[in-house]
């Protein structure tokens, strides 16, 4: 079935490094991947999200590398910042849905210590 | 705009105890859809409403019912509350070639 596997589960850097969290799914028809921010006690909020007739996209610090080949995607953060600290969420929307279903990854905590 | 609304922000119930969680969207979107989050369980879809008038069972249907009453509402309903279904409810929306748009979530603990 429909899966999304996303590593690692938590992650700690130092402030004004990089910090990158993978993505991996299985329905090789997937042609959306969103990439949403939850911070504590809100709702997630979508930071960036590429198609799959891209292979990156960049939204200042942050980018997502799409390879459709080994079907995995990347998010990436650059001089990352206290405020940086959350839940990352992956999802991607598999080919066959016209209904906007999304298969989520399980989250990845990010820690940016000042 | 107030995008995705959800009431209540809080409920408790005590176990066996019945209530509905209601959604709705000023964004003229035909899908809606239930999440839960669990600690560590990231986001799970309940059911969901690819266009008013259809309903489909998500991941984890049991112990839920639900009714999309037009296109601007989709309603989530605990037959007989259970410890288990203790968690934060997120609704969502979404349009064609767009995102999904999460509400700010409901926290609901059984007891």
């Known amino acids: 079935g429909e899966n999304v596997e996303q590593h690692p589960s938590t992650l700690s850097v130092q402030e004004g490094d990089s910090a990158v969290i993978k993505c991996t799914y299985s329905?090789?028809?997937?042609?959306?991947f969103p990439w949403y921010k939850q911070e504590l006690g809100k709702r997630p909020q979508l930071i960036i999200d590429i198609r799959s007739n891209v292979g990156e996209k960049k939204d200042q610090r942050i980018a997502v590398t799409l390879n459709k080949t080994a079907k995995h995607f990347s998010l990436h953060i650059t001089e990352t910042q206290p405020e940086d600290s959350a839940v990352y969420f992956c999802?991607?929307?598999?080919?066959?849905?016209?209904?906007?279903?999304?298969?989520f990854g399980q989250g990845t905590t990010l820690q940016v210590k000042p | 705009n107030a995008g995705v609304t959800q009431t209540p922000k809080f409920q408790v119930l005590k176990t066996g105890q019945s209530m509905t969680l209601q959604c709705a969207q000023d964004?003229?979107?035909?899908?809606m859809y239930w999440y839960r989050q669990d600690p560590g369980m990231g986001l799970r879809l309940i059911y969901y409403?690819?266009?008013?008038?259809?309903?489909d069972k998500g991941e984890v249907p049991n112990g839920y019912n639900v009714s999309r009453l037009n296109k601007r509402e989709f309603s989530l309903r605990l037959e007989s509350a259970a410890p288990s279904q203790t968690s934060v409810y997120f609704c969502?929306?979404?349009?064609?070639?767009?995102?999904?748009?999460f509400g700010p979530g409901t926290r609901l603990t059984v007891l």
């Open positions: 409403s690819a266009s008013e008038g259809t309903t």
């Open positions: 999802a991607e929307r598999g080919g066959s849905s016209n209904t906007g279903k999304l298969i």
């Open positions: 329905d090789s028809a997937s042609n959306y």
């Open positions: 964004m003229n979107h035909n899908s």
């Open positions: 969502a929306s979404y349009r064609a070639t767009d995102t999904q748009y």
